[in-house]
């Protein structure tokens, strides 16, 4: 399922490069279910794979700034390790709003949950002069002075 994960995102994104950084603890093949044992070599030969000792929060977070706007980070992955350091930091924050995409399995099948092409929050339009309320299901409530 996690190597049909990767070819999920290579269809979705087309124009994109994959990259899995995985910690060496999780690359142990003998820990894999048998439908994905050959996951790692796979992602090896396709140049996909990037293993770290430590700090793969750091190396995901580093390869996605480091691609820009286009940069995108497909993880479930909330950082909760760094909690102290990162928690109230509002630049990473609404860095993982615009560019984590979680996803989930339904059965054997990824389902890529992209996030919202825009902020869900209280906005004002100056053009319109009006406020912009997101009320649930994605509609707004719009309230003129």
């Not at 996605?64 to 930091?89: I, K, S």
């Not at 990824?110 to 649930?136: G, N, R, V």
Request: glycine share 6%; proline share 6%.
């Amino acid at each position: 399922a996690e190597y049909m994960g990767v070819r999920e995102i290579e269809r979705v994104f087309p124009n994109s490069r994959a990259l899995v950084v995985l910690h060496s603890l999780r690359t142990n093949v003998e820990r894999f279910p048998p439908s994905s044992a050959n996951v790692v070599e796979m992602l090896k030969k396709e140049n996909k794979l990037y293993v770290t000792s430590g700090a793969d929060d750091w190396c995901w977070l580093y390869g996605a700034l480091q691609r820009g706007e286009g940069g995108w980070v497909v993880t479930n992955d909330e950082m909760g390790d760094h909690r102290v350091t990162l928690e109230n930091n509002p630049i990473l924050k609404k860095f993982k709003r615009h560019h984590q995409i979680r996803f989930d399995f339904d059965g054997e099948k990824p389902i890529l949950l992209l996030p919202e092409p825009y902020t869900k929050c209280t906005q004002y339009l100056a053009d319109s002069d009006c406020w912009m309320f997101p009320i649930h299901n994605g509609e707004w409530l719009c309230a003129k002075p």
